[in-house]
């Protein structure tokens, strides 16, 4: 009896039920389990519902679709227990369908079965921005298709890995498109699965509710680790235009950013059969390798008056560390072997910042302070005149450099690994004596030309330099003792949006004129544009490093004080949503006002990582 009870209640779950389609007026048909909600359209093959919760818990409330593309024919439609059928108008029942859909709890199938001599329709999914930001995962063609297998993966909600039965190479179509007029300036993802073709024959096409994170941790039934499993791989963005990892799929691709790509690719288990997060990260490599210019590098909008003066010096730091954990996680000595002297070249234009000798980058830039061109930081914080001896590209430098000793190790170059390390031990010996400062017992950001240190208590430049070992740990002690002792008296508690890059506001010498919704102030003491995007502003960008410290510290308590409430605020896509007046949450002012622009921005996102310094 109870057998068939629990029998009837499963069968309850699994089930189609009419809907309506939210202003589109025509009916659908529905499917729903705790992983996954999708519904049909009754008058062409479509979708025109799609929701997934990698969880299993049944957050399937956002419909990320965009209502389908009105058909170019009319068709028929037969359901037959969990399976929908689509014939052209007019074709007999008993020829093949053109496509056919099958669901159950974690799976969709879209199977194309027409005479291929009367190709299929192709199946477009167009995403949303506003819902969510989608993103294909996967080895990637020149013209941005992507070879399958691969992911379609929704930060905040949950991922399909898609496979399929087809013989051959299969694509899928991948675009980010403008709106028309008047919402030009608006974005959305196109997904396209091609119909039967003459060269193709019956398409099939398998899209699997997956949950990718590192296993064996002791989280997998710990509530307070849901936004860390549902989340681990939103920081991988595959753009189609720039064909690299990017903030989102319709944004701007960054040097600079890269090395947190292959940070967290390290932990990430493999996405589909012979396909891994690192082989995205080391097409990425590939691309700037042969001379793709992104964002932190002079040439990105060569001929614009957005053109960057100077590489970030940033720039050659991020792009190392992402080789050397490529290198590390895959063991691709063929790769390393076809371009270590590529990599040499990076190391050389790193190296070659360092101007007086003494082991630091120095940023060449000559003005000491602003107002400047927009167009000439030293380093990710692009609106902050970090200048000279830059602490914090200094320490991605040191880290870049133990990597390349790394690679030269594993090429056999043992004069070159003698070279990178000694160079890390000499940039190490003088760092902390660089830049920490008596006066606020913190690390500075910048040390200008006439010797003055630029300190506004940034939280980044200290945790890096205690999670890099770049400082001893009583120093390390004393320096997080007075940051924590600085958030409580400047009165900052919301610890689920992250955590100020500054705690202090910066004078407007050394902020960009941007204008005060940007952080770029008018007063001379920074005040007026306090807590606006990088001046002040709250987000998850390097809170990774800040927890990191923490628990590396032996700090456990004060770590997880700051771990789990982000961890909630990514189970609850905190940072992916938008203001009443359009501007986005991956920024905040202290009191939770959205101070963004990209409506999703990965960086945020490498503060998954925290939770494995936990262990």
Avoid at 147 to 171: D, S
Avoid at 380 to 395: L, R
Wanted: proline share 6%.
């Amino acid at each position: 009896m109870h057998k068939l009870r629990l029998v009837f209640i499963l069968g309850l779950c699994c089930v189609f039920f009419p809907t309506r389609v939210s202003g589109s007026g025509r009916g659908a048909l529905a499917y729903r389990s705790a992983y996954l909600k999708v519904g049909y359209s009754q008058d062409q093959p479509a979708l025109t519902a799609l929701a997934v919760d990698s969880l299993g818990k049944d957050k399937l409330d956002v419909n990320v679709l965009l209502n389908p593309d009105q058909a170019s024919r009319a068709f028929s439609v037969r359901r037959t227990g969990q399976t929908v059928k689509y014939w052209p108008e007019g074709e007999a029942r008993s020829n093949p369908p053109a496509w056919i859909f099958t669901t159950s709890a974690r799976q969709i199938r879209f199977r194309s079965s027409n005479d291929p001599r009367k190709p299929a329709t192709p199946i477009v999914l167009n995403f949303d921005l506003r819902l969510s930001h989608p993103t294909l995962l996967g080895r990637m063609n020149e013209d941005g298709s992507i070879r399958l297998p691969t992911l379609l993966h929704l930060p905040g909600y949950g991922t399909f890995r898609i496979t399929t039965g087809a013989p051959g190479e299969l694509n899928l179509g991948y675009e980010v498109l403008h709106y028309p007029a008047p919402r030009e300036k608006e974005k959305f993802v196109r997904v396209t699965f091609p119909g039967t073709s003459q060269s193709k024959g019956p398409m099939d096409y398998v899209l699997e509710v997956v949950s990718i994170y590192p296993r064996g941790l002791g989280l997998d039934k710990d509530p307070r680790f849901d936004g860390f499993r549902r989340n681990f791989i939103n920081i991988f963005q595959l753009s189609p235009r720039f064909r690299v990892l990017a903030n989102n799929a319709g944004s701007d691709a960054c040097a600079i950013t890269v090395y947190q790509y292959g940070e967290v690719a390290l932990q990430t288990p493999p996405l589909a059969q012979d396909l891994t997060a690192l082989d995205l990260v080391r097409e990425t490599l590939d691309r700037y390798l042969h001379g793709f210019k992104g964002c932190g590098m002079t040439g990105y909008n060569a001929g614009t008056k957005n053109e960057t003066g100077y590489d970030f010096m940033d720039a050659y730091p991020s792009l190392i560390i992402a080789a050397a954990d490529y290198v590390q996680g895959s063991q691709d000595k063929h790769w390393l072997c076809q371009n270590y002297s590529g990599l040499q070249a990076w190391a050389r234009r790193m190296l070659d910042f360092d101007s007086d000798g003494d082991g630091l980058l120095e940023y060449p830039q000559t003005r000491e302070s602003g107002p400047w061109p927009w167009n000439h930081p030293a380093n990710w914080w692009d609106a902050i005149w970090f200048t000279h001896k830059d602490a914090f590209s200094n320490e991605l430098a040191y880290k870049a450099l133990l990597g390349m000793a790394q690679i030269a190790g594993m090429a056999e170059k043992p004069e070159d690994q003698r070279l990178y390390v000694e160079r890390a031990e000499k940039l190490r010996s003088v760092f902390a004596a660089t830049f920490h400062n008596p006066a606020t017992g913190v690390l500075a950001g910048w040390k200008d030309k006439k010797g003055i240190l630029h300190d506004y208590y940034f939280t980044f430049v200290n945790s890096m330099a205690i999670s890099l070992g770049l400082v001893s740990d009583d120093l390390s002690n004393r320096i997080m003792d007075r940051l924590l002792a600085e958030i409580k008296v400047v009165g900052y508690d919301r610890l689920d949006m992250g955590v100020p890059g500054n705690l202090i506001a910066i004078r407007k010498e050394d902020y960009n004129s941007v204008g005060i919704e940007w952080g770029g102030p008018e007063k001379e003491d920074g005040s007026d544009a306090f807590q606006n995007y990088e001046n002040g502003g709250a987000s998850a960008c390097y809170m990774k490093f800040f927890i990191e410290a923490l628990y590396r510290l032996g700090r456990s308590k004060e770590g997880d004080r700051f771990l789990f409430p982000l961890l909630q605020a990514f189970e609850e896509r905190q940072f992916d949503r938008r203001g009443p007046d359009g501007r986005s949450t991956d920024w905040r002012r202290w009191d939770g006002t959205p101070k963004g622009y990209e409506g999703f921005l990965a960086d945020n996102y490498l503060a998954v990582l925290a939770a494995l310094a936990r262990k």
